[in-house]
Each structure stands twice: as C-alpha cells, then as structure tokens.
C-alpha cells in the first residue's frame, strides 16, 4: 500500500448535488510504529490518543489489515479487526489507533450534504452502532480504490463522479448491517479471504506458500482449493489483477508506464511489458494509444 490522502475543495454545484466528497486516503501503519504516522493533515483533522478528535462531517473508515480500538464520546470501546468499518459522525468525539503490536491499513473518505445527512437521519446507519463488520470484501475494497484512483487521476467531473463510488461504499456497509458478513463456516469460506489479501497487494508481489502459511493451510491445498473456486492458480490470479488495474491506469491516467509497473508491483518495465503483452496481446503503449484513440 502506498500511502496517499487528499482533501478536497467543494462548488456550489457541488453543494447543490447534495453528496459531496470531503476527503479520502488510504495508510499504512507498521506494527511498533507511532500513530498517525502523517501529521501532513489541516489542524481541523490532525489529533493524538491523548486528545481525540471532533470532525465537521461524516466519515467511514475501512481496516483491510491488521488490528486495533476505536472509542466513542459515551466511552464504548470498540475492539477493530481486519474487515471492519467505524462510522464518525460530525460533532462527535471519537479516537481509533492500531495496536501496537501489529499495526493495521486503513481506507476512508469523509463526505457530506443533504442526501447522506438524509440517509442517516432515516436511520440506515446507528449512531449507537458505529463499527460494522463487512468481513473481508472484495467488492469494498475495490471500491475504495476506485474511489482513490479517479482522485488521483483528477480528471474533469471526477469531483461529481466520486460520489457515485462513496454511494456503492455506503451502500455495500448498509447491505452488510442487514445480512452480515459472508458465512465463514464454509470449508471454501478461507479462499475469499486469499482473493481479499491478493487484492489488497495489488501493488506488490505475493510468496504464495507464504500466504497459504497465513491462511494455515498447506500449500499445495491452497493452490488446489484456490483453482477450483476461481478457475485459476493463486498466482495467475493475482498476476491477472495487477494487469486489470495496469489496464486501468493506461486508460484513465497521464502516469509514464514505469510509473504504472512500479504502482502494480512489477520490479522492471521490462517484465511489465512483457506479462502486458501476454495477456494483452498488444504492449502497454499500444494499448493506450488504442484507447484514446477510441474516447
């Protein structure tokens, strides 16, 4: 994960709109490392443990990794797992921090307007309930980094368009609330949470006999089970992802292809290149070039 959050301005058409995007990043937190780790944040946002925090509007925080707490102003703790969402509300106290000991990745977006402000005041979300267990969702996950990639692309309308995403992230917690998270006593269940953690590497590479270790697992079942839920080995998967967001980016950004080989995780534009074409049929550079021509 590359750390990365930006705050955004908002129009009157923005205003208008009636769902408006405040903010939104995504960081890392290693385990014995102080947090936050980026106090490059305006002082309305900055805090410590100590302090906590008071924000202006509504925020959801996703933790894809890792572990933590999270406190309220009626001093509920909340102890937070992998696959969790807090909800903060505005003019509320709150405080969240990774344990110590293992760290966590954390995704977020602060939002506002008439139209969510509408949506919690019917009640789809519980202020008494603020933590939502989603589990490991590929679908939220994904959506969180669609969201962080078109405002990294920051291209024209995107400001309005991203409310279309933080509407899917919304609506996928909300779905979560009614019918909890994916039933882990499925002898399978532990292939979603492999297609979870290779998603959430979609920047680097992954030891697979590692991660069948963390699944705990032997690998030569892993690879099995993994290739009868997906039709796939794990690394061709995850191989195949990378080059799905490559595609992506070629299409939706001005970033250099080695800029794009680095952001997929690939350790030369060579080799990039090279698995592009494979699967691709045509290199990276045509393929851009074939899909502005086309726009």
């Known amino acids: 994960m590359q750390n990365f959050h930006k705050y955004l301005s908002r129009t009157d058409a923005e205003e208008k ?3 408006y995007i405040t903010t939104a990043g995504c960081s890392k937190t290693e385990g014995n490392q102080s947090y936050p780790i980026n106090q490059d944040h305006p002082d309305t946002h900055n805090f410590t443990w100590n302090k906590g925090r008071i924000l202006n509007d509504y925020y959801i925080v996703f933790i894809s990794k890792g572990r933590g ?3 309220t102003a009626d001093q509920q703790v ?13 003019g509320a106290w709150h405080r969240y921090k990774p344990s110590y000991k293992t760290g966590w ?32 969702n590929e679908e939220l996950l994904a959506a969180f980094q669609q969201l962080l990639t078109k405002i990294q692309n920051g291209l024209p309308g995107y400001h309005m368009q991203i409310t279309g995403t933080a509407l899917s992230i919304l609506s996928l917690i909300y779905n979560s609330t009614l019918f909890g998270k994916e039933n882990s006593d499925d002898e399978l269940a532990y292939i979603s949470k492999a297609k979870f953690i290779l998603l959430d590497a979609i920047e680097e590479t992954v030891s697979m006999p ?4 963390q699944l705990a697992v032997s690998y030569s079942k892993f690879r099995k089970d993994f290739k009868q839920v997906t039709g796939q080995p794990p690394n061709q998967y995850h191989l195949e992802i990378r080059l799905k967001r490559a595609a992506e980016l070629l299409c939706t950004t001005h970033l250099t292809i080695n800029d794009i080989a680095d952001q997929t995780g690939f ?10 074409k494979k699967v691709y049929k045509i290199s990276p ?6 899909s502005r021509a086309s726009q």
Do not use: H
């Open 17 to 19: 709109w009636g769902f």
């Open 69 to 71: 707490v999270f406190e």
């Open 78 to 90: 909340y102890p937070i797992d992998a696959g969790a969402c807090f909800l903060l509300f505005p």
């Open 105 to 136: 990745e954390e995704y977020w977006m602060g939002f506002n307007g008439y139209y969510p402000r509408k949506l919690f005041k019917a009640g789809f979300f519980n202020k008494k309930k603020p933590v939502v267990y989603t589990g490991l």
């Open 210 to 213: 590692a991660l069948a270790k």
């Open 267 to 276: 350790a030369t534009v060579f080799y990039f290149s090279r698995s592009f």
């Open 285 to 290: 550079k045509t393929y851009r070039n074939q």
